[in-house]
């Protein structure tokens, strides 16, 4: 089975863990991927609650994970004191530079993990005791710095620390699990694949919406963080499934109005993807059904294994 020396390190049979997205990464994806060999997160994302926390930790089984939003976290008060009790294997918090929280979770005797997006945050974040890096390039969905791709940000990070770093953005199938692993990667952080499993907390027209979707159909923007009025810093736009929403709204975001933003509302809550965000990274193109998330895994880390044996020989 493939496995790096860290991931037999940190006792996973394979090297992948969920990117833990907000709304997509609950108890039951988590469960699902630590049951196929890698690491499962919980994923707390923009609107998160202690009792939402609570919720999605009902479904978790063996070890997990759990990834915060680093604004989000300070602003739920008790939110990392609950992620810290629940005992998990790693805990991710990510989009801020104050690390204060990575001694709480030492203290605790949990490992901690943060996205990077360069050298310098990469050497700041282990500077300040983070035991694992995730060189996050802006292929990836969802919320992230959108300057440098994956493999650039995986080299400069490789580059300056000697801490294990994992590859997330665009990785969704077996050749590009092989890559980041060839490049000197740990493992993988693999989100948007996974987010079209029947496992996810994905809603079905979003799923769908994943599956039809190409690798060029996705776009980076501002315009649903403004419009839901969610206090995303502006270095960390999302990309997403580009909508007629993002075809009228980014880049003339401060003309949002009222009705633009009661439509978004409905349109969420009626799952109507035409106007509706749908996070999703460039590798949305390489799904092609809702297979489960042990198919998913087994055929990326069987293909990968299989190209990184035949470039050995």
């Known amino acids: 089975m493939l496995a790096t020396p860290w991931s037999r390190s940190f006792g996973l049979p394979v090297p992948i863990l969920n990117a833990p997205m907000g709304g997509v990464a609950g108890g ?9 060999g890698g690491l499962g997160m919980v994923g707390m994302g923009s609107v998160a609650t202690r009792e939402l926390l609570r919720a999605q930790l009902r479904h978790v089984r063996g070890k997990f994970g759990i990834g915060l939003v ?3 976290m300070r602003n739920e008060e008790g939110l990392l004191e609950d992620a810290l009790a629940a005992g998990p294997g790693l805990l991710s918090v990510s989009f801020g530079t104050d690390f204060s929280w990575v001694d709480k979770a030492h203290e605790a005797g949990i490992a901690t993990a943060t996205q990077v997006y360069d050298g310098l945050g990469a050497r700041q974040a282990a500077d300040a005791g983070v035991d694992i890096l995730v060189a996050r390039g802006s292929e990836g969905g969802g919320h992230g710095d959108a300057a440098l791709g994956t493999l650039p940000v995986l080299d400069a990070v490789l580059d300056v620390v000697s801490v ?26 693999v989100g948007t694949r996974l987010a079209a499993c029947p496992e996810a907390l994905t ?11 190409q690798s060029t159909d996705t776009a980076v923007t501002r315009a649903f963080d403004v419009a839901e009025g969610l206090p995303w810093p502006a270095r960390f736009p ?14 003339n975001e401060e003309a949002l109005d009222p009705s633009a933003c009661d439509e978004l509302a409905a349109s969420i809550a009626a799952d109507d993807r035409s106007i509706a965000p749908v996070d999703a990274g460039q590798g949305v193109g390489m799904i092609r059904d809702d297979a489960s998330v042990g198919e998913v895994i ?10 990184l044996s035949g470039w050995g020989s």
């Open 238 to 251: 999302s990309r997403v499934l580009a909508n007629d929403f993002v075809t009228r709204w980014s880049g």
């Open 203 to 213: 809603g079905e027209g979003s799923r769908q919406a994943l599956i039809a979707a």
């Open 298 to 307: 087994e055929q990326m880390c069987a293909g990968a294994e299989k190209l």
């Open 70 to 72: 680093d604004w989000v």
């Open 28 to 36: 039951r994806l988590a469960a699902a991927v630590t049951a196929a």
């Open 164 to 189: 294990p770093v994992l590859a997330g953005g665009g990785v969704a199938s077996a050749r590009t699990l092989a890559a980041v692993l060839a490049a000197g990667a740990s493992g993988a952080w």
